[in-house]
């Protein structure tokens, strides 16, 4: 059995440990309010412009712009949204396995496919890889604001567009509730499942033209895509770390009381060892 | 008098939100002045300046690129950006041109060289919207 100068050590170190994962949940929680709030002060400008693209789109049905038509596809991307730590329960493996079994069942080669990386984490998977990384952003503040990614969104998008691939995937983690998220796949180009209103929507005048106003909106509309995944990651990346801490902290918990027990029983085993002996000693001298 | 509604949104959150007798928005095929009962209508927005116009008073609004949608009583502007003259902090925007201009005189890359102008174009736009010289 240990000693019980050991199992002391072990206890006093447990706790300062706990100690930090309390910490960094309680940290973790206000983050995830915050980062809450942000994806709530997103969505009027996402479903103003979802309504807008849609008249455009229901307008004119056939305008056969580049971002809305499919082609046959010889490259696709990926955008991968990840956290730029680790602490966070399975967050970032979870993104970056669905990332590597969706390539390893679509590509036979690495020519086939690029990644954009948003986040330490996926970065230095794929670059260990040796996949292709073409674009990434790191050391992402925890409230991010448009303008943090609006270089990655546009050169995603620009790349999309001149045809360097022919499709473009993100991938990150869809906040679900403060304990679950899901990994989702999305496409974002082509822009083929625009929801298109019918009824409610004005017919609109188009100054100067439809294909002009969709020059400018589509991609718009793809970058604020991206961002929008971009704040549903950050909030269920706080939420993951949150939980995590939160089941580290208890696991904490169990490991002192567990270690407490025992703590006790080694000292009693001692104490009653040592009345043994003086006893033993003492019966020795009658 | 009728007033229309203004809503200027942008992706880290809603920027302005009131009621206004006129809206004056530099679109790309020109200025347009925005009353109450237009017909409705899109247009896309170039870095400039919004003028809203609210009895005696004229508020601004500094946007980059976006558009505009208009209704009979309520208009939306979604731009990238967008700032009202009240909170922009000129020594970033100062700090911003002067960066643009360096990047101009360095090099003539035309990827750069875009970037660098439409900055530049930004950083004008938000000095001149903030001391009011439009």
Redesign the interface.
Known sequence: MASLRDIKSKITSTKKTSQITKAMQMVSASKLNRAEE?AK??V???S??QE?VG??ASGTSDSGHPMLTSRPVKKTAYLVITADRGLAGAYNSNVIRAVANAIAERHSSKEEYVIFAIGRMGRDFFLKRGSNVIGEVVGLPDQP???DI?EVAHKAVGMFTDGTYDELYMYYNHFVSAISSEVTEKKVLPLTDIAVETGTT???????SPE??L???LP?YA??LI??ALLDGKASEHASRMSAMKSATDNAADLISNLTLVYNRARQAAITQEITEIVGGAAALE | MKTLTV?I??????VYDSEVDMIIAK???GE?GILPGH??????LVAGAIKLKKEAKTEYVAVS???V?V?PEKV?I?A??AEVASSIDLARAKEAMKRAEERLQGKSDSVDFNRAELALKRAMNRINVHEGNI
């Open positions: 942000n002060a997103y009027p400008y996402m103003k412009i807008v008249a455009i604001a448009f303008a609006k004005a017919s609109y005048e188009f100054e100067p002009a106003i020059e400018v909106l718009q970058e604020s961002f929008g | 809503n949104v942008t992706p880290d959150g809603p679109t790309a095929s347009i017909i409705p209508m899109v247009a896309p690129s976006g558009f949608e209704r939306s979604l990238t950006s």
